[in-house]
């Protein structure tokens, strides 16, 4: 039964205003203007390139409050992360001497970085070789234990060509991070359960990463769209994409 006269209870009213506020702050930050590292593992090209050209995403497809609160819960998590891998015995570095996030610039400025950690040493009980990539991420409890059961490369391949990217780009900075592996960790949101993983450099996942990113930039350059991820406007990947709508249309970025 249609209830036309649907009152906003007071849970509806409280959430519609902080969405509201999350959504006004969201619109008012300056978009980046370089294309992000830890994106080079997404399946589709052309999601890519519409991404680094801002261009509008479809209408209705915006972030929502509640996505944007969901962001700012995985900030919350990384620092209770932080917080308790140093209380563990890691010397974790998450910003620079002069402060701000450790990170990497490349292709003049185009294609950027910001890790988040650095590990410097560790609790002798644990087998590890230092300087250190540090990786975290907050999965709801399906895909953190997809992650635990498959491993990070299998699982998640696009945080595992942002772990080889990082490690590649910082080597330059902080010699030795590529030879050590990498310490990935995610949090269940919902059992507050930890994993970790010990990732081993993988150049050629690196390099190939590397290469799309160019690849990227110089299509967007030249003007021309990239192939789709899909033949299939209803294919996974697509249905979930933000462009959906204006790329079969063929509408250029």
Same mark, same amino acid.
């Given at each position: 039964?249609? =209830?036309?006269?649907?009152?906003?209870?007071?849970?509806?009213?409280?959430?519609?205003?902080?969405? $509201?506020?999350?959504?006004?702050?969201?619109?008012?930050?300056? #978009?980046? *203007?370089?294309?992000?590292?830890?994106?080079? $593992?997404?399946?589709?090209?052309?999601?890519?390139?519409?991404?680094?050209? +801002?261009?509008?995403?479809?209408?209705?497809?915006?972030?929502? $409050?509640?996505?944007?609160?969901?962001?700012?819960?995985?900030?919350?998590?990384?620092?209770?992360?932080?917080?308790?891998?140093?209380?563990?015995?890691?010397?974790?570095?998450?910003?620079?001497?002069?402060? $701000?996030?450790?990170?990497?610039?490349?292709?003049?400025?185009?294609?950027?970085?910001?890790?988040?950690?650095?590990?410097?040493?560790? #609790?002798?009980?644990?087998?590890?070789?230092?300087?250190?990539?540090?990786?975290?991420?907050?999965? *709801?409890? +399906?895909?953190? +234990?997809?992650?635990?059961?498959?491993?990070?490369?299998?699982?998640? #391949?696009? !945080?595992?060509?942002?772990?080889?990217? !990082?490690?590649?780009?910082?080597?330059?900075?902080?010699?030795?991070?590529?030879?050590?592996?990498?310490?990935?960790?995610?949090?269940? +949101?919902?059992?507050?359960?930890?994993?970790?993983?010990?990732? #081993?450099?993988?150049?050629?996942?690196?390099?190939?990463?590397?290469?799309?990113?160019?690849?990227?930039?110089?299509?967007?350059?030249?003007?021309?769209?990239?192939?789709?991820?899909?033949? =299939?406007?209803?294919? !996974?990947?697509?249905?979930?994409?933000?462009?959906?709508?204006?790329?079969?249309?063929?509408?250029?970025?």
């Amino acid at each position: 039964m249609l =209830d036309f006269n649907h009152q906003p209870n007071l849970s509806e009213q409280i959430c519609a205003r902080i969405d $509201g506020a999350l959504q006004s702050a969201q619109a008012q930050q300056t #978009p980046r *203007n370089y294309l992000g590292a830890s994106r080079l $593992g997404v399946a589709c090209d052309r999601a890519l390139q519409f991404e680094y050209l +801002k261009a509008p995403v479809d209408e209705g497809r915006e972030f929502s $409050g509640q996505t944007l609160r969901i962001f700012a819960a995985g900030h919350v998590f990384e620092s209770l992360a932080i917080d308790w891998l140093r209380a563990a015995g890691f010397d974790l570095h998450t910003e620079t001497f002069i402060g $701000g996030q450790y990170g990497f610039s490349a292709v003049d400025g185009r294609l950027r970085g910001h890790v988040d950690g650095i590990l410097a040493a560790g #609790p002798d009980v644990i087998t590890a070789q230092y300087p250190a990539l540090w990786e975290c991420k907050s999965l *709801n409890s +399906k895909s953190w +234990k997809d992650t635990v059961k498959r491993g990070l490369t299998l699982s998640k #391949p696009i !945080y595992a060509a942002q772990v080889a990217l !990082y490690q590649a780009y910082m080597e330059p900075q902080i010699p030795g991070i590529a030879s050590n592996p990498a310490l990935f960790t995610a949090i269940n +949101k919902d059992t507050a359960e930890i994993y970790f993983e010990w990732v #081993p450099f993988n150049g050629e996942l690196a390099q190939r990463a590397s290469d799309r990113g160019v690849r990227v930039l110089q299509s967007c350059d030249a003007g021309e769209l990239l192939p789709r991820v899909s033949h =299939d406007p209803t294919h !996974y990947e697509c249905r979930f994409c933000p462009w959906q709508d204006r790329c079969w249309r063929e509408v250029s970025p």
